[in-house]
């Protein structure tokens, strides 16, 4: 059974910084490329950045190039988002996927990122 739990959310302020985890169980984390994807209240799933398996190639949404580095430890089945220079716009709840994209049909219970000074 796939287990994603996210934590490392809170509350930053504009130009702040915050670092995500997400530590994954339940299949062999190291074969499989990872999505971090985030709802800002009233809108949809937004995929906000992904990582091959081997960490060969990764995805940025545009808004957050620059910004924000996914990376990951597969000793560790551990997923990370850094998250720097935060602005307003990415307050949101940010999940955990399995998977490249939104297609994925594992996803953890997310962890709240709030911007706000």
């Known amino acids: 059974q796939v287990l994603l739990v996210e934590s490392g959310g809170g509350l930053a302020q504009p130009g702040g910084s915050l670092r995500l985890s997400c530590a994954a169980s339940g299949f062999t984390f190291s074969r499989h490329a990872m999505s971090w994807a985030r709802q800002a209240p009233g809108k949809g799933l937004e995929w906000v950045s992904g990582?091959?398996?081997?960490?060969?190639?990764?995805y940025y949404l545009d808004s957050v190039k620059g910004r924000f580095t996914i990376s990951r430890d597969n000793a560790k089945n551990t997923l990370y988002l850094q998250m720097n220079s935060l602005k307003p716009e990415d307050t949101a709840l940010y999940y955990c996927?399995?998977?490249?994209?939104?297609?994925?049909?594992?996803w953890g219970q997310g962890t709240q990122v709030t911007v706000s000074s």
């Open positions: 990582i091959h398996s081997d960490g060969s190639a990764t």
């Open positions: 996927g399995k998977g490249w994209g939104l297609l994925s049909n594992d």
